[in-house]
């Protein structure tokens, strides 16, 4: 019995196997139920108690070595198949699962890129904010009912932590800390206390425009804003501004613009006429630069406000909010841009 286990071991020792198959071949040789090793132990019952210690640790040893070679030797076969694995062809055309960007994204980028061209840089504020950033310094009276309980989301009072209700604030906090020209947009989320339909979320986007120098006009605001958008929503696009109220701005304006579903002619999304409002804007208040330490004598400046859901409705046709907000794969599929 001794010499078979030695002559076991040496074949063990010099055996190699090209491929899974024959290292497949050598295991159930040696080790399956009819395999030499339970043979070996089998026999090992007739085996004289005086030879059994030395027997039975040989075929102990040759039964470990069976188990390393076949570790090794699959190990081996496995990284030797990676590397000269051919049925990856890195040449192949990519089909149809590149990812998209959300629309949100896409309008809000093509937005940035549009008054990039025009000079304007981006800033970012917190989206938790206090009282005197979303409110004070923008000249909201204490008592307007932008602060009721209705619209913020409070999340400390005294003094007042809140969730941002528009972006802004983030033109305080551009004006605190920089001396004009300035040339900004500030695109961010913000919160409002609204149940949740097809045109309203709690959780919406906006982008903040503001423009403080020396001589700055009423006809720059209509200007950049009538550029904007030509380049938004095509060269035809025409622009009305109509006068409407902001505590942070005097005069305040609300822009629409040509409809650019029917083109003017009327149609279920302007209400049959041929505008749609797309943002609101005005010349900012002195108040305002002066709450943030612009000498108001010296400057003058305008701001606008848009909300990115509504821009991206007109742009896409989407017809409820609730969409952009629910990552359902067959909506954000539809999205393929530039931006
Ligand atoms: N903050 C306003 C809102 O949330 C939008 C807005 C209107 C911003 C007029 C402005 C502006 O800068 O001048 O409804």
Redesign the pocket.
């Known amino acids: 019995m001794k010499e078979t286990i030695e002559k076991y071991l040496k074949e063990v020792e010099a055996f190699s196997a090209g491929n899974l198959e024959q290292l497949e071949q050598f295991r159930i040789k040696f080790l399956s139920k009819k395999g030499l090793i339970p043979a070996l132990f089998s026999e090992f019952k007739n085996v004289p108690p005086e030879d059994r210690k030395e027997l039975g640790q040989l075929i102990n040893s040759l039964k470990q070595a069976v188990q390393e070679k076949i570790v090794a030797l699959k190990t081996e076969i496995e990284q030797k198949s990676e590397t000269t694995s051919t049925d990856l062809d890195l040449t192949m055309p990519v089909t149809d699962n590149l990812g998209t960007r959300h629309p949100l994204s896409l309008v809000r980028n093509e937005i940035i890129d549009i008054f990039s061209r025009i000079g304007f840089s981006v800033s970012e504020g917190p989206e938790i904010e206090d009282d005197f950033h979303n409110f004070s310094a923008l000249n909201f009276p204490e008592e307007h009912p932008a602060r009721d309980m209705q619209d913020t989301f409070f999340i400390e009072k005294d003094p007042d932590i809140l969730l941002r209700?528009?972006?802004?604030s983030v033109?305080v906090r551009v004006m605190e800390n920089t001396q004009p020209p300035i040339r900004t947009l500030s695109p961010g989320r913000?919160f409002r206390n609204e149940a949740i339909s097809a045109r309203a979320h709690c959780i919406f986007h906006?982008v903040?425009?503001?423009y403080v120098d020396t001589h700055v006009s009423f006809a720059d605001l209509k200007q950049t804003l009538y550029f904007f958008a030509r380049e938004m929503f095509g060269q035809n696009t025409k622009t009305r501004f109509r006068p409407s109220y902001?505590p942070?701005?005097e005069p305040?304006a609300e822009m629409d613009i040509s409809c650019n579903i029917c083109g003017g002619k009327g149609c279920n999304i302007c209400k049959y006429t041929g505008w749609v409002e797309i943002?609101?804007?005005?010349m900012v208040d002195p108040n305002v630069l002066e709450a943030c330490d612009i000498d108001s004598e010296k400057y003058t400046g305008?701001?606008?406000?848009m909300g990115i859901e509504r821009i991206a409705m007109l742009k896409y046709r989407v017809n409820d909010l609730r969409l952009y907000f629910e990552n359902d794969i067959r909506f954000l599929k539809q999205f393929r841009s530039a931006y």
């Not at 209700?165 to 802004?168: G, L, N, Q």
């Not at 943002?279 to 005005?282: F, I, K």
Request: hydrophobic share 35%; charged share 5%.
């Open positions: 209700t528009h972006t802004s033109q913000v906006q903040e425009g503001l902001f942070f701005t305040s943002l609101g804007c005005g305008f701001a606008f406000g």
